[in-house]
């Protein structure tokens, strides 16, 4: 609203814009006024108080034009007065005169009287008026205050806001320039990885082109090899036929086979029979290292068992006596060389012949040497038990589809003509003849 439309309007329409600004105040409850409202609140009071004081002051020079204008009168009534004591006529013409002017003075004294009713009344409703616009001015100094409170308030406000704000428009701009970076290595990375697949595809491209050419090659390679089987397929059919009637003439074959397995064994175990059920055989052992050599009585070792030794003591026909083996092991003779000649005696233990083999001979002559072995853990310095053990856990090994051996072990010595079972622990069992439970 203008200053000029504020002037123009009438204190009632005035009265009635200010009520319906607190009215609205009251409404919203918070108080709050904003700075137009209350800039116009101002402009309205103050016009509210310059007319009272207009007012006020007409109503003063008013009273004291009545109060010159009354002194004027009662002059005037005077002069009159002391014209009334002349003529008659003139003091009817006066009286008269006189008449209306105390009609007029009444009249005046009325208008007074109620101009002075109005002043009071007036005076009232500026009395009411300075009360109402104090509180009205209270009302806005307080409006004014809480509007103030809350401007500085929401200005605090606003700049906590303001620096969160800057706070937050600097970790988003860092954000975005975060992501902006991460974008583009992102970016990079999907554009390598489309590169690297473009690539894969194409190699997988050629590598499926590639195979599609095999594909069908080999499906005619197949298509042949159906045909290449079903020809085998027929050719196998026929050899199975044959291969039949082969298997029939193999089992007849087999059968006659074990007849002269057994009939081969028969002759095998007579030839062993033939050699002689007992066999002594001689080993020479060579002298231990630091013996001297010369010292030998072994003179000859014959192939067929002749041993003749010299006994430089004696005289004449004794100088010389010739032994009869089996056969003579010269010091030279291997391990496998002694076991070579007792194996076939071994062996026909499988078709249930008994076989007895025992080394004799006096201290150190190297019984334990032949029969068991200096050294266990090398094969080839095995003696005659483990080799024979050894050869028949195979033979029954390779026979074991047609033969089940029960093998048993035992161990005895021979001291002093007493026979000794060296596996018993307890002492009374241990001489012979055995009771075992
Ligand atoms: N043919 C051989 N070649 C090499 N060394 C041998 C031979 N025979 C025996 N010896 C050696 O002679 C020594 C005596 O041999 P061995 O212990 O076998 O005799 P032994 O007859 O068993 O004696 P004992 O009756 O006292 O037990 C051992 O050191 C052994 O290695």
């Keep these: 609203m203008k200053l000029n439309s504020l002037q123009s309007a009438s204190s009632r329409s005035l009265f009635s814009i200010v009520n319906n600004i607190l009215e609205e105040g009251i409404e919203r409850k918070n108080g709050d006024i904003p700075q137009p409202v209350s800039s116009l609140l101002k402009l309205i009071v103050e016009e509210i108080e310059q007319r009272v004081l207009k007012q006020a002051e007409n109503l003063k020079k008013q009273s004291l034009l009545y109060k010159t204008r009354e002194k004027r009168y009662q002059s005037r009534i005077n002069a009159l007065e002391t014209l009334s004591t002349g003529t008659t006529e003139e003091h009817e013409v006066v009286m008269q005169q006189l008449q209306q002017i105390k009609i007029e003075k009444s ?129 196998y059919i026929e050899e199975f036929n044959n291969f039949e009637l082969e298997v029939k003439g193999l089992v007849d074959a087999a059968q006659n086979y074990h007849v002269v397995l057994t009939e081969n064994r028969k002759l095998y175990n007579e030839v062993q029979d033939l050699k002689g059920n007992i066999r002594v055989y001689c080993r020479v052992r060579p002298f231990h290292q630091g013996q001297r050599k010369k010292q030998t009585t072994i003179e000859y070792i014959g192939e067929n068992g002749e041993l003749v030794v010299a006994n430089p003591l004696k005289q004449g026909k004794d100088t010389r006596r010739v032994f009869k083996f089996s ?111």
């Design 107 to 235: 009249r005046i004294d009325e208008e007074r009287k109620l101009e002075n009713q109005e002043l009071n009344l007036l005076l009232k409703e500026k009395v009411d008026y300075e009360m109402h616009i104090s509180s009205l001015k209270r009302e806005l100094e307080f409006t004014i205050k809480t509007h103030e409170e809350n401007f500085l308030q929401l200005k605090t406000l606003s700049t906590e806001t303001k620096v969160e704000l800057e706070k937050k428009i600097i970790e988003l701009a860092c954000n975005l320039v975060d992501s902006q970076k991460r974008v583009e290595e992102l970016e990079n990375l999907s554009e390598s990885k489309y590169m690297r697949w473009k690539k894969k595809e194409l190699g997988y491209k050629h590598f499926i082109d590639s195979h599609v050419g095999s594909i069908q090659d080999l499906r005619k390679d197949s298509e042949c090899l159906k045909q290449e089987v079903l020809k085998i397929k027929r050719f």
């Design 327 to 437: 056969k003579v092991f010269s010091p030279t003779a291997t391990q496998e060389d002694v076991f070579g000649d007792t194996r076939p005696l071994i062996r026909s233990v499988l078709d249930g012949y008994n076989v007895c083999i025992f080394a004799y001979g006096q201290t150190g002559s190297g019984k334990t040497f032949t029969m068991t072995g200096p050294n266990l853990s090398s094969i080839e310095e095995w003696g005659v038990n483990y080799r024979a053990l050894n050869d028949l856990f195979n033979i029954s090994q390779n026979r074991k589809s047609s033969i089940k051996y029960d093998i048993g072990v035992q161990m005895v010595e021979i001291y002093n003509e007493q026979v000794r079972d060296v596996l018993i622990s307890e002492s009374s069992q241990k001489k012979y003849p055995f009771c075992r439970a």
